[in-house]
């Protein structure tokens, strides 16, 4: 499995970027996906994650109501819509893969639930 993210870059705060993952293989429909991300000298944390058919979500308070995770089984690909950027959203994003087909996890806000990483995409928000 790869996933393969996209879509950072510098924006201004107050503005919008779209992130996106693709992932190799045919099974990523029968897996949870999830956003991470790490600022310098912080620890990875999570900021989003959408159930196997897109039905459930769940985000980081810090992003409750700026940031949108949404995906497209047909194209492998999962999306991070943010807006209303700020300078603390500044960091690596990344796009993980849960670890187990079809399941929903009470845990799923750390990072040992997840098997497959993306390679991370900077996000850096200016004031």
């Known amino acids: 499995v790869q996933l393969q993210a996209s879509g950072g870059g510098l924006v201004q705060a107050g503005g919008s970027l779209r992130l996106s993952c693709a992932a190799s293989?045919?099974?990523?429909?029968?897996?949870?996906m999830g956003w991470f991300r790490q600022a310098p000298g912080k620890e990875r944390e999570f900021v989003a994650r959408?159930?196997?058919?897109?039905?459930?979500?769940y985000y980081a308070d810090s992003v409750k109501g700026r940031f949108t995770i949404s995906r497209d089984n047909a194209k492998n690909t999962v999306f991070l819509q943010m807006s209303s950027l700020k300078p603390e959203d500044t960091a690596v994003y990344y796009c993980?893969?849960?670890?187990?087909?079809?399941?929903?996890?009470?845990?799923?806000?750390?990072?040992?639930?997840?098997?497959?990483w993306g390679q991370g995409t900077q996000v850096t928000v200016s004031s």
């Open positions: 993980a893969r849960d670890r187990r087909a079809s399941y929903s996890s009470s845990y799923y806000y750390t990072p040992s639930e997840y098997a497959y």
């Open positions: 293989g045919r099974t990523f429909s029968n897996y949870a």
């Open positions: 959408i159930s196997w058919r897109g039905r459930t979500t």
